[in-house]
């Protein structure tokens, strides 16, 4: 069934909505935030264009995107886009860099380590949708000896 329901294979940014395609129907689920605020642009929401575009047939409608306008009831695919690929990030680490070093050294440091810069942010973004493409399989890493784990209930 994934490969009769791909999804899209370049986050744009653009509405999609899974159709169904031959004998078999797409997957249906339905998003439920349960108590969580139904905020334009939250991340509930980026996960459901992420499912979606993976291919999921979630009814949604898109005045909760990043991008959509409510007074002119219109919905901008490239800003949510520019919101996928991390430009808010990028944006981010520019000022800071400029405004604030220490703070920047102390917000992104694992950046600075890594030797990634606001320039490399959409790259970066762009390696790992390919990447999730390529092989979706979820991994797991070890946990880091020392590191605070969550306890399980």
Known sequence: ???DYQGV???DGAEYHVE???????????LDIGLARATTG???FGVLKGAVDGGLDIPHKCKRFPGYNAEE???????HRARIFGSH???WMDELEEKDQAL???QFSAYVAAGITSEDIEGMYERVHAAIR???TRTTCCPTEGAKTQPTF
């Open 1 to 3: 069934m994934d490969q």
């Open 9 to 11: 294979t370049a986050a």
């Open 20 to 30: 169904a395609d031959g004998e078999r129907s797409p997957f249906r689920a339905y």
């Open 42 to 44: 939250a991340n509930i």
């Open 73 to 79: 009831k219109s919905y901008d695919a490239d800003a």
């Open 89 to 91: 990030v990028s944006s």
């Open 104 to 106: 920047y050294q102390r």
């Open 134 to 136: 390529a092989n979706p």
